[in-house]
Structures are given as structure tokens and as C-alpha cells.
């Protein structure tokens, strides 16, 4: 066996393993310094939802949503995000529906982005992949009746 690959091989496992583990825990610690706690989770993404879309759509209004993504994502030093689709109902009648990205900010709440409507997604599919991770774009698809 070549001692030289035998070596570089352990030498480059160290350094992946070195370098995954840090930054597996260093977005857990950022993950866990600005989501809320799940007994405040739903109650502050709920508050932060309508004040967003009664900006549009008036006051009055119940939203419903789904998780596009099981958990948060991640990406360098940025305040976590979640990617929702999003229901507003006026009268017990859905008014509009969409998508929407949050990010987790200090474990008080969320900032809230663009909504996206069903029917502009229908219109300018381009706005998918322009706005939302490529992992989703079938999800949100899916959602929208188009293929």
C-alpha cells in the first residue's frame, strides 16, 4: 500500500471532519440563538404573518400555514429561515394564497418577506427559483397547480 495516499487520505479526513464539525455546531448555536422556543414558536410566526399581510389584504383576516421545509435553513451567518405557504382567509373564504420566506430573529419573532401569490407564481414561474432554494421549487410548483 502507498504510505503517501494512505497518509493524505487520513490527513484529508481529519481536515473535513475538523472542518464539519465546527460548523455543524456553530449553526446549531445560531439556529438556537434566534428561533423561539416551540411554545412560543407558532404564536410569534402567527402575529408576525397577519401584521405582514393585513399591510395588503386589510384587517379582519386568518391565515393558515404549511411548512415547506421540515426545519430552518441555515446559510453563513444570517438569521435562519423558514420557507411557508400561506392561506388568507376573509368571511371563512380564501382570499389568496401563497408563498412567503421568514427569518428567525433573537427568539422574539420573524421577519417577514415578500409574499409571493399563487397566481403571480402561475403567471412568472421564474419567481420560484428567483426567491425560494431550488429544493423547494417542486413543493411550491405542486402548490400552484403547474407543472
Given at each position: 500500500?502507498?504510505?503517501r495516499?494512505v ?26 440563538a434566534?428561533?423561539?422556543d ?5 404564536t410569534?410566526?402567527?402575529?408576525d404573518?397577519?401584521a ?7 384587517k379582519?383576516l ?5 411548512l ?24 371563512n ?7 412567503i420566506?421568514?427569518?428567525?430573529v ?7 418577506g415578500?409574499f ?32
Amino acid at each position: 500500500m502507498n504510505f503517501r495516499l494512505v497518509t493524505f487520505s487520513f490527513t484529508a479526513l481529519l481536515a473535513f471532519q475538523g472542518c464539519r464539525t465546527p460548523s455543524s455546531n456553530l449553526q446549531e448555536v445560531h439556529i438556537g440563538a434566534h428561533v423561539p422556543d416551540r411554545s412560543s414558536f407558532d404564536t410569534f410566526l402567527m402575529r408576525d404573518l397577519t401584521a405582514r399581510l393585513e399591510h395588503t389584504h386589510g384587517k379582519g383576516l386568518k391565515v393558515s400555514y404549511e411548512l415547506l421545509r421540515a426545519g430552518p435553513t441555515q446559510v453563513g451567518t444570517g438569521y435562519p429561515k423558514y420557507y411557508l405557504w400561506v392561506r388568507v382567509e376573509m368571511a371563512n373564504r380564501t382570499v389568496d394564497e401563497g408563498a412567503i420566506r421568514v427569518a428567525a430573529v433573537e427568539r422574539r419573532g420573524f421577519e417577514v418577506g415578500n409574499f409571493i401569490s399563487k397566481t403571480e407564481l402561475v403567471s412568472s414561474p421564474e419567481r420560484i427559483e428567483q426567491e425560494f432554494p431550488l429544493a423547494l421549487k417542486d413543493a411550491i410548483r405542486a402548490r400552484t397547480g403547474a407543472k
